[in-house]
């Protein structure tokens, strides 16, 4: 079991780390989720004992790592992949952490054979893929046979082989009664993986829940309804209808209309009734993913904008149109894959004013927007403005 | 035997409906494989396991030994017994230790530098969060090879120096100490650059900090000796620069053998690790 309590870390006038507090229980996976730069690895590092909190302390089975009788029989870590000497040959390197901590060295030829690189334990690593240093970052952590273990981004670089053994090691590993730590980016694999989850954003927690209640307190199941798009007056009358009978309508991009807070059915019986045609009714059922971009959307540090490729571009003939662009969906676009939780008005994410520990105001469903807000409208992002 | 081969885990585990993990099944897991209590004798069998399954040792310690041995035999050939009678059959190898001195300073830096340039001291201080000991084993265990390499070459080319010119005219000095002494002497130097290479954590700017430590003081007396004001600095470092010091070892300079310069390197040495260790323990890596 692992234990942070006001885990802070601050880097000069940074602060990589902000009061986080959780725990990570034993028998089963729990995901680590977090927007690039919100201080996952950091949190990892000081799990490890690498980094020292600036305030705050985090124990493993009630000790500080450091202070861990023989740690690397107790815990297994996965940081970096490349965190190897490329020069030596990856039996060497199992062989010298295996004997840092007295492990028999028949034990360095089982792990590589559960990791499946024992045809090439004596190349040097310098030479592996990204995939293959992951297997060997693995085997690494798998070496002491640990109790609790930490993988930080273990899928990257690997083959779909490669992921669905990990997804497999992973349960496998919890389902002996350790504890499993993950972090990644890939939500779908989560979603598969991890039963729990521990989310946050600039250094802050953002949630520890369920995989499940995740879900379903971030994002709410919707259906896409897609008038005739000749007559747009249908489109107005629908949208009315269906928000008397009590559902929320957002427009789409394309045109189309999400509502929540109906049935299908519902929905069907207030189109018919109020003689509107219907092109596409489709239920939509909420993503991990999309839960998550819809929390985290605050909490990006790192955001892409549109490639403008300004002054690059030849100058134009005079009278000849630019030709239009647009950017690609997700480019520059924070909220392509759900519209901003209506209830922050499009705030840029603040730190929580609540006490730690108390309702999160990321975790509450979407409160009804006062008006349908167009999803391309959030006030806070530097949203590129198209030039033209 | 441990760690069961990967098994398909059943599909109901992912769907398991309301995962109830307060109470979750088996709260801890004990390994078949004993635990062991670890000491210093395993980070040192880790260490030497780390030395000697890297090219660069290969490489600096191959240069090295070109260096002193063919630099002796060479030096050794061109002399002639008179001129052992104020030299000790050792002095051959001085040559060659003048160049060869960088090379175990450069093995010594990339000892604990390359961890550090590839990230792999993440993974030895997760392996053994008792860094002191891992550092401790770091300097053991170069400094026996740096030793033995040295020293045994030095012993090499006494050896055959002898042989050749132990006529008459050869005084037959005693050079057992030189062996010794000029073992030591860059055997420390090298120590001296991986507490340095453990402080800067960087391989270019410690071997660069070190070649300074090297050669500064035996450039630097030419300008110091101008002002008057200098000049005590300008001869003290004059005496115990680097390459003065190799040549007091090596009897190049009458009557000194060198002792004081060894002391002073000691204490330096012992001041720069007494520093790494301070800082290892500090600082986040």
């Known amino acids: 079991m692992i234990e942070a309590v006001g885990l802070t870390k601050r880097y000069g006038a940074k602060t990589a780390v902000y009061n986080l507090s959780f725990q990570v229980r034993p028998g089963t996976v729990t995901g680590f989720l977090g927007p690039n730069g919100s201080g996952k690895s950091t949190t990892m590092r000081m799990i490890l004992g690498l980094d020292q909190p600036t305030t705050g302390q985090v124990t493993i089975g009630g000790y500080p790592y450091r202070k861990l009788p023989n740690a690397p029989r107790q815990v297994g870590a996965l940081l970096d992949a490349k965190a190897v000497h490329g020069g030596r040959h990856a039996r060497n390197h199992l062989l010298c952490l295996a004997q840092l901590s007295g492990i028999p060295a028949r034990r360095v030829d089982e792990v590589l054979g559960v990791v499946g690189l024992q045809d090439v334990a004596k190349k040097r690593s310098k030479g592996f893929s990204l995939g293959m240093g992951q297997r060997l970052g693995i085997a690494a952590a798998l070496l002491g046979d640990p109790q609790v273990l930490l993988f930080d981004e273990p899928v990257n670089g690997l083959d779909p082989e490669g992921i669905l053994w990990v997804r497999n090691l992973m349960k496998s590993l919890a389902a002996e009664g350790r504890t499993v730590f993950v ?93 509107v045609r219907l092109w596409e009714l489709s239920p939509h059922q909420a993503s991990l993913e999309e839960a998550y971009m819809r929390m985290t959307q605050g909490a990006v540090d790192y955001r892409s904008t549109v490639d403008q490729r300004a002054g690059l571009q030849q100058q134009l003939p005079p009278g000849a149109m630019p030709q239009q662009q647009f950017p690609a969906p997700g480019q520059g676009q924070p909220d392509w894959y759900a519209p901003p939780p209506p209830q922050q008005g499009g705030q840029p994410f603040a730190p929580p004013q609540a006490a730690p520990g108390g309702p999160n105001p990321y975790a509450a469903p979407p409160q009804p927007p006062a008006a349908p807000a167009a999803p391309a409208a959030p006030a806070d992002l530097n949203k590129p403005e198209d030039p033209r | 035997m441990t760690t069961p081969p990967p098994q398909p885990a059943p599909q109901a585990y992912a769907q398991q409906s ?8 088996g709260t801890s897991y004990t390994s078949p494989i004993p ?85 792999m001291i993440r993974t030895t201080f997760t392996a053994s969060p008792q860094r002191y000991r891992v550092f401790a084993a770091k300097i053991l265990v170069f400094f026996a090879v740096a030793f033995a390499v040295s020293a045994g070459s030095i012993l090499l080319v006494g050896l055959l120096t002898s042989s050749m010119h132990s006529g008459p005219e050869a005084a037959d000095l005693s050079w057992g100490g030189t062996v010794l002494k000029g073992g030591l002497y860059v055997s420390l130097l090298g120590v001296l650059g991986l507490a340095v290479g453990s402080m800067l954590r960087h391989s270019a700017g410690a071997i660069t900090a070190m070649l300074g430590i090297v050669l500064l003081p035996s450039i630097l007396p030419v300008f110091l000796m101008i002002s008057r004001s200098t000049r005590t600095l300008g001869e003290k470092m004059q005496e115990y620069n680097a390459i003065n010091a190799l040549a007091k070892i090596f009897g190049a300079d009458g009557g000194s053998t060198g002792g004081s310069q060894v002391w002073l390197l000691v204490g330096v040495t012992a001041a720069a690790v007494v520093g790494a260790f301070a800082l290892l323990e500090r600082r986040d890596v």
């Open chain 1, 183 to 275: 972090s990644s980016h890939l939500m779908s694999e989560m979603a598969l993986t991890a039963e729990h989850l521990i989310v946050i954003g600039r250094g802050q927690l953002l949630a520890d829940m369920s995989v499940r209640d995740f879900i379903s307190h971030n994002s709410a199941d919707f259906a896409r309804v897609r008038t005739p798009e000749t007559e747009p007056q249908q489109r107005e009358k629908l949208t009315a209808a269906l928000t008397e009978a009590g559902g929320q309508v957002l427009p789409e991009q394309d045109g189309a209309l999400r509502v929540m807070g109906l049935p299908l059915p519902r929905i069907s019986d207030l189109a018919h009734g109020a003689d």
């Open chain 2, 18 to 25: 309301a995962p109830n993990w307060q109470g979750a099944p």
């Open chain 2, 35 to 119: 635990v062991t209590r670890t000491h210093l004798g395993h980070a040192l069998a880790s260490e030497w396991t780390k030395i000697k399954s890297v090219r660069s040792t290969l490489w600096t310690l191959g240069i090295f030994l070109f260096l002193v041995l063919g630099g002796g035999l060479f030096v050794s050939a061109q002399t002639e017994d008179l001129n052992y009678q104020d030299l000790p059959f050792t002095f051959p190898a001085f040559i060659g230790l003048l160049l060869g001195q960088i090379c175990l300073i450069t093995l010594g830096v990339l000892v604990t530098s390359s961890e550090y340039g590839t990230g």
